[in-house]
């Protein structure tokens, strides 16, 4: 997973605190992708970012969750108010593909491990 | 809905035998992927295949895609114990082909 790079690994929160997760793309990848891993089920696609667009946000929860692609920095997806139902593992993902394009496959980051207690 | 089934869903082997394990959907996907996880780890991708009846070889490992281009498998010869891990499909569908739809993977385990 070297080059896409997410942090924390780890991150523990109390309900309704604010939780920040970090995505830096591979180097050469402009598109990101956010999914979510819930025990016993599969990942399952979030949003789907380029610098400074949202091209697919049809996988975020309506309220509390948003997702950010800065021209500068990494990209940022933000968790408000956080519940007990929102602990999973969040894994960034990027790609040198335009959504036009065949998908040839994603290089993903280590994940960040959310706790909500 | 889980639109992409796979099976079995826990395998436990010994060391060099054979096993195959399988994608399967009622969906056309214009793409096909494979990916191992490891615990506490990201997925990390193994093929990609995109036209129907094809066939991929890497190293021991060879994926299929199905003609119809819903159902895919991969066969893994003479396991090792590094074969470890959760092996997971994923298909894009033409118009969203980024939009990966996961299945929930089959976690394999290779005893020495």
């Known amino acids: 997973n070297a080059g896409v790079m997410q942090n924390p690994r780890h991150l523990v929160r109390r309900r309704g605190q604010e939780a920040r997760l970090r995505c830096s793309p591979m180097?050469?990848?402009?598109?990101v992708y956010w999914y979510r891993q819930l025990p016993e089920e599969g990942l399952k696609f979030m949003v789907y970012l380029q610098k400074e667009n949202i091209i697919d946000e049809s996988g975020m929860p309506k309220e509390r969750f948003s997702a950010e692609f800065p021209k500068e920095g990494p990209s940022i997806l933000r968790i408000q108010q956080v519940v007990r139902g929102d602990s999973a593992a969040y894994f960034c993902?990027?790609?040198?593909?335009?959504?036009?394009?065949?998908?040839?496959?994603?290089?993903f980051g280590s994940g960040t491990r959310l706790t909500v207690v | 809905t889980q639109l992409l089934e796979q099976s079995p869903q826990f395998l436990s082997i010994q060391e060099g035998e054979n096993l195959t394990v399988y994608c399967n959907s009622s969906s056309v996907f214009s793409s096909l992927q494979w990916y191992r996880q490891e615990p506490g780890e990201g997925p990390v991708l193994l093929v990609t295949?995109?036209?129907?009846?094809e066939v991929k070889k890497l190293k021991r490992l060879t994926f299929q895609f199905g003609d119809a281009r819903k159902d895919s498998s991969l066969h893994i010869t003479a396991a090792q114990p590094g074969d470890t891990g959760l092996y997971l499909c994923a298909g894009g569908k033409d118009g969203s082909n980024y939009k990966l739809t996961f299945g929930k993977g089959t976690l394999l385990t290779v005893n020495p």
């Open positions: 180097k050469g990848h402009s598109h």
């Open positions: 993902a990027s790609s040198p593909f335009d959504r036009g394009e065949i998908n040839y496959g994603y290089t």
């Open positions: 295949v995109v036209t129907g009846g």
